[in-house]
């Protein structure tokens, strides 16, 4: 593959890139356990410490920041304690401008990972995925409206929390067609069919099953045609777990095998996809090639325990492992 990845690198900072979507704090507690609670027959885990990262759309900004692209961050989080600290996960990321839009009837989304003597014994999550009231729909069209005037493009992360109603998606569609701002979607089964039309529609193997279960589409890969078809899309790709990622565009069909060499934690990895894929997209390459560099991004912070966002030089280094360039 002749790609020059240090001239991309460069390409990447001219972007502007726009996502919307679910915004959740990912919580990790570290400790060990040591007895057994006499109250129940459930392990005791001694606190260590306590870490938080973004998670959801966050994450997808979060990768994007980390190849250098410019970028803005539009969703809705509680007004509480769980706010401020996803806010200070962004820091020290000066290329990513927050557009948080405060819901007091609901809690910020939080996904609390107790790990104890390195293994994750239990996952708290604390959300109410009822769709977002009539008033903040508003609101976040109108912050929508004013922050997309020069961007290149727009990444829509659906987790089905409820800060996505289908007047929001359809709104951020026609605006895009009308502009001709291409859209890379990573989906949940609800609203599935609001994204008809767009660049990229990028669903896991468990999300398209769920969508294409009542349709006669038949098996993969052939199904992917039928499916691509109906959704309109010019791009569809398949994440695949270890089996790599599906790619339907025009009427070709490429597997992907995956490229991670020690797989630790595959959290966030669909996240590092879509954001790869997008910038390198907007960049000029092809699906293919930027497929393979997405699969190449997902593989390496599959490397690392926790959601991990890829950067420049994480990408340059699995880039050059692979590809023996200097």
Known sequence: MQIDINRLSREYAEKNILVIGDIILDAYIYGKVDR???????????????????????????????????????????????????????????????????????????????????KQVFRLDEEITSEISSLLIEELIKVFNESCKDIDGIIIEDYNKGALPKEIISHIINHSSEHEIPVYVDPKYDNYECFKGVRLFKPNLIEYNAIVRNKQFGSLPNSGFKFKEFIESDILLLTMGADGMSLYHNNQHNQIPTKA???????????????????NDLCGLDPLESSTIANLAAGRVCEEIGVFPISVDSLKEIFSHHYNMD
């Open 36 to 118: 057994i609670s006499q109250e129940a027959p459930v392990p005791i885990v001694a606190i260590d410490r306590k870490k938080f990262k973004p998670g959801g759309a966050a994450n997808v900004a979060l990768n994007l920041s980390g190849l250098g692209a410019n970028v803005q961050l539009l969703g809705v989080t509680g007004d509480d304690s769980n706010a401020e600290e996803l806010q200070n996960c962004f820091q020290e990321s000066e290329n990513i401008q927050l557009l948080l839009v405060k819901d007091k009837s609901r809690p910020t989304i939080v996904k609390t990972r107790i790990i104890a003597d390195g």
């Open 261 to 279: 060499r020690n797989v630790y934690d595959v959290s966030g990895a669909g996240d590092t996809v879509i954001a790869t894929f997008a910038i």
